[in-house]
């Protein structure tokens, strides 16, 4: 399904690429800290990993909440989803079968960030014409519900708190053939994870508020460029993230080579 053009006159919220730019360089750092600390035995990176880790989830879901955002802006989210579910299937057949078979394991990718974002852009373009006639506010309230009612589903829940608690059946728990929804047992393992729940929640709340920035009603202060060097990476999100691992593995096998040469 196609969606709708937003308008062409319509400016560039650059605030939205600097902080997506922002975002995307915390990751790779983020990322670039597990490598050399799991495959390259650097203990700095492995303390600076544990010190990132608890923060890596905002960043994370900033990317996501603005690329629910820019779903809004684009011209065809079905075009954009089927191209980025390709990219997502190279980087697991390069993860899970190719690094293996060079010594490189557990770096395997089975569902991250572009798995559920090239999912999430085929939803939204799917149940777009539903979503459009629900006003931005209750859109954005439903989301948060839903958000946090769905996101103990990795601990077999779905719950607010002490308020309402359903469980989900245990033997779904043994198996990994959900695992794109949050449902996985202990043998489960991939080093990029972001299951479809809770966090398709989230990238809808984007959506919702890309209704606003489709009219022209965001504030005038986020369509002003400040700070260049994020809006560049945050234009160019994809190719970063996608390039930035073989980069960080290249590099530090250089450096690798030189200390022991």
């Known amino acids: ?89 190279l980087i697991t057949l390069v993860t899970a079968v190719i690094a293996p078979k060079l010594g490189l394991d557990g770096m395997q990718i089975y569902f991250g960030i572009l798995h559920f974002l090239s999912i999430a852009m085929l939803i939204f373009s799917l149940i777009r014409p539903a979503l459009d006639k629900a006003a931005p506010h209750w859109g954005l309230l439903i989301c948060a519900v839903l958000y946090a009612f769905t996101s103990g589903i990795g601990k077999g829940e779905l719950s607010f708190g002490k308020l309402i608690a359903l469980n989900i059946p245990d033997f779904l728990y043994n198996y990994n053939f959900l695992f794109p929804l949050g449902i996985y047992s202990d043998t489960f393992y991939s080093a990029d994870y972001f299951p479809v729940f809770p966090h398709i929640f989230l990238f809808l709340a984007g959506t919702f508020t890309g209704v606003y920035a489709v009219k022209g009603d965001f504030p005038h202060a986020l369509y002003k460029r400040r700070v260049p060097f994020f809006s560049f990476f945050g234009r160019h999100a994809l190719v970063v993230y996608v390039i930035h691992q073989p980069l960080i593995f290249g590099v530090m096998y250089l450096i690798e080579f030189i200390i022991n040469y």
């Open 1 to 89: 399904m196609q969606t709708k053009a937003p308008p062409a006159a319509m400016p560039r919220i650059h605030s939205l690429d600097e902080i997506r730019g922002f975002a995307v360089l915390c990751m790779v750092f983020y990322h670039a800290f597990f490598v050399i600390g799991s495959f390259f035995d650097v203990d700095a990176a492995q303390s600076l990993l544990q010190f990132f880790m608890p923060v890596q989830p905002f960043f994370a879901g900033i990317f996501i909440f603005i690329s629910g955002i820019s779903s809004r802006l684009s011209s065809n989210n079905t075009k954009r989803g089927i191209r980025l579910l390709i990219i997502a299937a």
